[in-house]
């Protein structure tokens, strides 16, 4: 009897859960009836009440697609495609007159944004909205809200609705990222159960590895808007930049113990932000009057001034920021699949979708109300923007790599993504930091329309009003990139304004020779070109000492680490093997040289010892288990995508079986690898000894120091004989103190040994590398194998605790090598590819791996 009673019991509550959201859903939408009976709801659609499964990105497409079909309301554009060739959607939504007239209200809309044009009457232009959802993949909830969304805004009749279309274009992106979300929605709808499982550690709630958060190469997208790096953000980039939407939103989840967020965010902890006042003080409290209002009546908890800052400038609920737009973060407690237990009772996935569709809904009316504030702070935004420019002394900036074109390349290709202003220079520009030849020199003028974009990539900072960071503290992404940059306070002669039709990298014609050819290891996308060559057959050797040549019968200077081609020892015939240099070089954009005689004028000789040959890399990484899904695809990505070189990815916990011999470089990054037991420690080690090259980074390195994998220490302070006395600190204070201990993410000065293999390739000892950990590797105890140590003023940009500087930094290398045997374990301090952005150091790894078997420790 008990047992009937308590199956009673179970299978009520279910039916009342499935019944729940259909129940709620119909409340929402009563009160934007009628509704057109042509227009299928998303259920009709789907076959299944939204929030009762996670909706695949086929199926949002499809429907939406439908909506598009059936209603003059709405239009349904591709503006990019993902990784793995899924579609990127903009549905567009406004009344039938304004769909026609669309080309003349956006033409009109931009010339508001532009700083040349003055428009104070905004009366028939209407407000652009952009609703935007689940650019984390296993936050879902916002694009099942969007479904709800565009379901009301195209079939709703209503007076209050049919105002939204008349007088708002809104543009809808219901999944930013398609491929991080339909890995999450087949995982919980593959382990849905039913009736369904609440406990917090049944598998619906514990994804595996790499989860659905990131895209394909376990890229952080939201994080990656300002660093451009991945197809889907150089999309949407490419589309805000034609619209300049007035109103962006951001939708996302957190933690299931938590209510729902909204702005205002606390204040900036930089002292000097860029984003004008303006936004936070008026626009953002404003519009969270409306998101009060309409989630107050429907008794729902929230918190706003908490936990989620608008320091870093790359979020989706900060880009726009920049650009004149009002961008809004909202954060929803997450089910982690159907149904989740939480202190205060279960969490379904159909509440969740409750509040993102509301706020949807009073994100359209609070624009709508206030569209004469936002036409006219986005009418000023740009023109303020050149006013502060004007006031600033700084005027512009100089920059350029002598060497490196691919690099310079890269960097260009940024800031005019951007829409950032840059030219070529008619003089050389001299400054305290030297000349910049006006050959391989760029200058960005800082006034500017974007000069807010000027400032975020340029300027560095290392005082903040609070040492609490949701994220990384620095971006000055000229940094990133190792540029050679120098404020001006004067503007040189500016001549030709450089566009994505002009940035092109120019190579001198390659000549067919019958002794050999030389490629330098200057260029970003030299080991590009290695790795092609090899996979060709090709042997290749490099140079351990520098020499100059006669080329053309110019002498010409070349650096360690250049590539030489003999003709007389390769196996391809003479013309075939000039045809594969030509077309591997022009593939890569990289320049390759032609020489006639093994001769040097100065330095060693074609023949010397001093060139070796190089290995061909055949490399693996271990993902899975502990494994960083960040790091790992930031090296799955630089290898694949831009070297063109394969990595294999083998789960950790199948290491035990793994053929190591099949490589000759292994890659760890963070991790906490406790499936690496002893055996297969000793394993791994064996692996090193036979002469193979082991690399680490960040949390990898302390890992091989603590299981003593290496011979190498953690710097020590001296401890004070005489017990210190431990401070008394405020409880509701404690936030504030351990935020202070954490390093967030800021960028330091390494001095890097150009002549260590791991060198090769830069001509200035002084680097940029990037921090955000407690790592502090003492210098090795072999006199030759610090290869990268921090200076003694090592602080560039960004929030760090000065006793760190002067107890750890000061004393601590950035990277090392040690020697176990005949192999070498490469240890990285740091994260040399962060964010896939840090185009300065990826050549420190890519050398690590080119290199590592050329490395010698003495």
Not at 107 to 113: A, G, N, R
Not at 241 to 251: A, K, Q, R
Not at 340 to 361: A, C
Not at 748 to 765: A, S, W
Request: with cysteine; aromatic share 12%; glycine share 6%.
């Amino acid at each position: 009897m008990k047992k009937t009673n308590y199956h009673s019991a179970i299978i009520m509550a279910f039916l009342l859960f499935q019944n729940f959201f259909v129940f709620s859903q119909n409340t929402f939408f009563e009160k934007y009836q009628p509704f057109k009976s042509n227009i299928p709801s998303p259920e009709e659609f789907l076959g299944y009440p939204i929030g009762d499964s996670h909706t695949r990105h086929d199926q949002v497409v499809a429907y939406l697609t439908k909506l598009a079909e059936l209603s003059d309301r709405a239009t349904m554009t591709e503006y990019g495609k993902t990784n793995e060739n899924r579609k990127l959607f903009i549905l567009t939504i406004t009344s039938p007159e304004n769909h026609r007239n669309l080309s003349e209200i956006k033409k009109k809309h931009l010339q508001v944004v532009d700083h040349n044009t003055d428009i104070t009457n905004y009366n028939d232009l209407p407000i652009f909205i952009n609703l935007a959802y689940n650019v984390h993949g296993n936050e879902p909830s916002g694009t099942e809200a969007a479904l709800l969304t565009a379901y009301t805004l195209i079939a709703s009749n209503n007076p209050e609705v049919v105002d939204y279309m008349n007088n708002a274009v809104i543009f809808l992106d219901p999944t930013i990222n398609p491929d991080g979300r339909d890995r999450h929605t087949n995982w919980v709808n593959t382990f849905k159960g039913n009736p369904l499982v609440a406990d917090k550690f049944d598998i619906e709630h514990n994804e595996g590895w790499p989860q659905g958060r990131t895209n394909h190469y376990w890229f952080d997208l939201n994080r990656d808007l300002l660093l451009a790096v991945q197809p889907e953000s150089n999309a949407r980039l490419e589309w805000f930049h034609e619209w300049y939407p007035n109103v962006v939103t951001d939708f996302h989840e957190m933690g299931t113990n938590s209510t729902f967020f909204f702005e205002p965010k606390p204040p900036s902890a930089s002292l000097e932000p860029v984003t004008p006042d303006e936004n936070y003080s008026v626009l953002t409290k404003t519009f969270a009057k409306q998101f009060v209002a309409d989630l107050d009546s429907i008794g729902s908890l929230y918190f706003t001034k908490e936990k989620y800052d608008a320091t870093y400038p790359g979020y989706g609920s900060t880009y726009g920021d920049l650009q004149g737009s009002l961008a809004i973060l909202f954060e929803q407690a997450s089910s982690r699949g159907h149904l989740q237990e939480t202190p205060t009772g279960n969490l379904s996935f159909p509440f969740t979708i409750k509040n993102q569709y509301v706020t949807s809904m009073a994100t359209i009316k609070a624009a709508l109300n206030n569209k004469e504030l936002l036409y006219d702070y986005q009418n000023r935004f740009f023109r303020t923007s050149i006013d502060k420019a004007r006031k600033s002394s700084i005027k512009g900036y100089v920059f350029g790599d002598h060497h490196d074109k691919n690099r310079t390349k890269a960097f260009l290709d940024l800031l005019l993504k951007h829409k950032v202003r840059v030219f070529t220079t008619g003089n050389d520009v001299e400054t305290e930091k030297g000349v910049f030849k006006k050959e391989t020199s760029y200058i960005v003028p800082s006034e500017q329309p974007q000069y807010l974009m000027v400032q975020t990539l340029f300027e560095t900072h290392k005082k903040y009003r609070d040492s609490v960071f949701y994220d990384a503290s620095s971006w000055s992404l000229v940094n990133f990139y190792n540029m050679k940059y120098s404020p001006l306070s004067k503007l040189p002669k500016l001549e030709q304004r450089i566009t994505k039709e002009n940035n092109r990298i120019k190579l001198s014609p390659l000549k067919q020779s019958s002794y050999g050819y030389l490629i330098p290891w200057d260029d970003y996308y030299s080991p590009a070109a290695l790795y092609q060559l090899q996979k060709k057959g090709v042997v290749v050797k490099t140079a351990q000492k520098p020499f100059s040549i006669m080329i053309d019968g110019e002498k010409k200077s070349f650096s360690r680490g250049t590539l030489l081609i003999p003709q007389n020892i390769q196996e391809l015939e003479p013309n075939v093997l000039f045809e594969t240099i030509t077309q591997i070089c022009t593939q890569t954009q990289v320049q390759a040289y032609q020489v006639e005689t093994g001769y040097s004028t100065s330095g060693i000789d074609l023949g010397s010892s001093n060139f070796v040959t190089l290995k061909k890399p055949k490399a693996m990484m271990l993902v899975k288990g502990g494994v960083s899904v960040y790091e790992a695809g930031e090296v799955w990505h630089l290898l694949e995508q831009r070297m063109q070189m394969p990595i294999s990815k083998v789960p950790e916990d199948i290491f035990y079986r793994t053929d190591l011999s099949k490589y000759n470089t292994i890659v760890l990054v963070s991790g906490r690898y406790n499936n690496l037991n002893e055996q297969n420690h000793n394993k791994l080690k064996s692996w090193v000894a036979q002469g193979n090259t082991l690399i680490t980074l960040r949390t990898a390195s302390s890992w091989a120091i603590r299981t003593k994998l290496v011979n190498e220490n953690f710097v020590s302070i001296d401890q004070p004989k005489d017990e210190k006395t431990i401070e008394r600190l405020n409880y509701g204070e404690a936030r504030e103190h351990l935020g202070k201990e954490y390093i967030g993410g800021a960028i330091f000065e390494v001095d890097l040994d150009i002549t260590h293999p791991l060198g090769y390739g830069y001509h200035n000892r002084s680097l940029p590398v990037y921090k955000n950990n407690r790592i502090w590797i003492a210098p090795s105890k072999n006199r030759f194998s610090t290869v990268a140590q921090y200076t003694q003023n090592p602080h560039i940009d960004g929030y760090i605790q000065e006793h760190y500087i002067e107890d750890y930094m000061k004393k601590s290398a950035s990277l090392l090598v040690d020697r176990i045997e005949k192999g070498r374990v490469i240890m990285f301090a740091d994260n040399p590819n962060f964010r896939g952005a840090w185009y300065g150091t990826n050549k420190l790894f890519l050398n690590a791996i080119f290199f590592g078997s050329i490395i010698n420790v003495p």
